[in-house]
């Protein structure tokens, strides 16, 4: 219904103007008769007697002229006429502008994606009564999970330090990396809300004035107060955000980052305004009228600084953590394969002190198979990022900017985009690095030890070429 009315803006425009040139004309003791299509005289100044101006047409542009060759009157109409227009046109032509929230749709829709394919447990929606929240495993947790369990089968330094410097800590930082896409995705939910509240606000108030101004220029010396503008911006934004928060689309559980939520709460003023205190004159409507978008904009503006607030914070609290959203590679070395059959006096192999492969078959497919599944499904993830476009942009006097929120938005998503490829990197430098512990356990010696302590050395540097956090 909102969109519908904010659809129709130009025509309660026009009618607005209309109404506004009546309202002004009945100060001046004239009133419309649509029969003749003219403004009649009804006062007592013998200048003005019989004059007839002509009525503006159903956009309220033209009219003021004279009608009656006779009269005295010497008025300039026509530009009394078009500076009502222009009063009503300034204050409210820049509102045509504002974004559609439904172009918000594809990008919230690209967060989902993201923590839908990688959080370990996602609840969806509300449940029935007397059921439990429907819950669902990312597919690339889901993968990575087979990883981590075939790996248990495997023991040794070589497979412990694998596991616990490497494949543990793979799913703690997806869930983080999911949090971020949450963050985005409830102040994007903010933003599509409180942009539809605006289009909502706008049309009602262009209506309601249209309706006060027809009121007072209808009844003689009458006034009547506009009514109540029941518009709250902060709270369709908050109440947007909270959807998210509480799992009434898509959320990711155990995050365990509590501070990348979106907060708004306490922040924003409530907007519902009585936009109208005295209605008694032409100037008393205009100039409500004129408050009323003033204060529409005041409270959308606020709601958008405290999105960019939000995000800020957020980015800074990334940047102050690396180590819950960047995996650190710590490649496996020779040593860690056969410290002991190197040692002097060493008589037992590595192979049963230090690693055991029961199982090659399980060893290879998780280097082979399933971690570069794992690698593959997060660089497609991140190039999915990279579909991520807004359209926030309107004229610089409506919201907190030109653009909005969108620089901030840009920013972090950026930055998870450039988390979420390096880790895609990361998982699949590991899966190579197994694959050379594993081809080692088959021949050890001290050729095959140079041989592997070398090509680590290349992971090792590999792994330093890119720095996500230089954007």
């Given amino acids: 219904m909102s969109d519908d009315l904010f659809e129709k803006l130009d025509e309660i425009i026009w009618n607005l103007r209309r109404r506004a ?26 200048l003005a007697f019989e004059s007839k101006i002509s009525l503006p047409g159903s956009n309220g542009l033209d009219g003021g002229r ?45 967060c989902r994606d993201l923590y839908g394919a990688l959080a370990k447990k996602v609840v969806h929606g509300s449940p029935e009564p007397g059921k439990k929240k429907p819950v669902s495993v990312g597919p690339v947790a889901e993968d990575l999970d087979k990883a981590v369990k075939r790996s248990k089968s495997l023991s040794g330094k070589a497979m412990l330090n694998f596991r616990k410097n490497f494949l543990d800590k793979i799913q703690p930082t997806m869930n983080a990396l999911c949090g971020v896409a949450c963050v985005i995705e409830g102040n994007l939910a903010a933003e599509k809300a409180a942009l ?10 262009a209506m309601q004035a249209a309706g006060a101004f027809a009121h007072y220029a209808e009844s003689p010396g009458a006034s009547e107060r506009i009514g109540r503008l029941l518009i709250d911006i902060g709270a369709a934004a908050l109440g947007a955000a909270a959807v998210v928060a509480s799992g009434g689309g898509a959320l990711v559980v155990g995050v365990g980052l509590a ?6 709460a306490g922040k924003v003023v409530k907007t519902t305004r009585e936009i109208v205190e005295d209605t008694s004159s032409y100037e008393s409507i205009m100039s409500n009228f004129e408050n009323a978008l003033k204060l529409i904009n005041d409270d959308f503006s606020r709601v958008e600084h405290e999105i960019i607030l939000n995000l800020v914070n957020n980015h800074r609290h990334m940047e102050e953590n690396h180590q819950f ?9 020779y040593e860690d394969v056969d410290e002991q059959d190197r040692a002097s006096g060493q008589s037992r192999p590595a192979s049963e002190t230090e690693l055991r492969i029961p199982n090659m078959t399980k060893a290879n497919e998780i280097a082979k198979k399933i971690l570069p ?15 991520f476009s807004l359209a926030l942009n309107r004229d610089s006097n409506v919201g907190y900017s030109s653009q909005g929120p969108s620089d901030i938005l840009y920013g972090v998503k950026d930055l998870l985009f450039r988390l979420v490829r ?11 690095n197994l694959k050379l512990v594993i081809d080692v356990f088959r021949d050890v010696d001290e050729a095959t030890a140079q041989a592997m302590n070398a090509q680590v050395s290349n992971l090792d540097s590999v792994g330093k070429t890119t720095d996500p956090w230089d954007g």
Avoid: C
């Avoid at 539809?196 to 108030?205: C, F, I, L, S, T």
């Avoid at 501070?259 to 708004?264: E, T």
């Avoid at 599944?373 to 579909?387: D, F, I």
């Fill in 21 to 46: 040139i009546d309202a002004y004309m009945k100060e001046r003791d004239f009133r419309a008769n649509e029969v003749f299509g003219v403004y009649e005289y009804t006062g007592f100044s013998p």
């Fill in 66 to 110: 004279q009608i009656n060759p006779v009269s005295l009157d010497t008025f300039d109409y026509q530009t009394a006429f078009q500076n009502v227009v222009q009063r009503v046109d300034n204050a409210i032509s820049k509102w045509f502008s504002l974004p559609d929230p439904k172009d918000l749709d594809a990008p919230i829709g690209v």
């Fill in 196 to 205: 539809g509240e605006v289009r909502k606000a706008v049309p009602q108030v």
């Fill in 259 to 264: 501070s990348l939520g979106v907060d708004l």
């Fill in 325 to 333: 959203f960047d995996l650190e590679l710590y490649p496996l070395h």
């Fill in 373 to 387: 599944a794992v690698s593959r499904s997060l660089g497609e993830e991140a190039s999915k990022l990279n579909t």
């Fill in 422 to 432: 390096e880790l895609g990197e990361d998982v699949d430098l590991g899966a190579h």
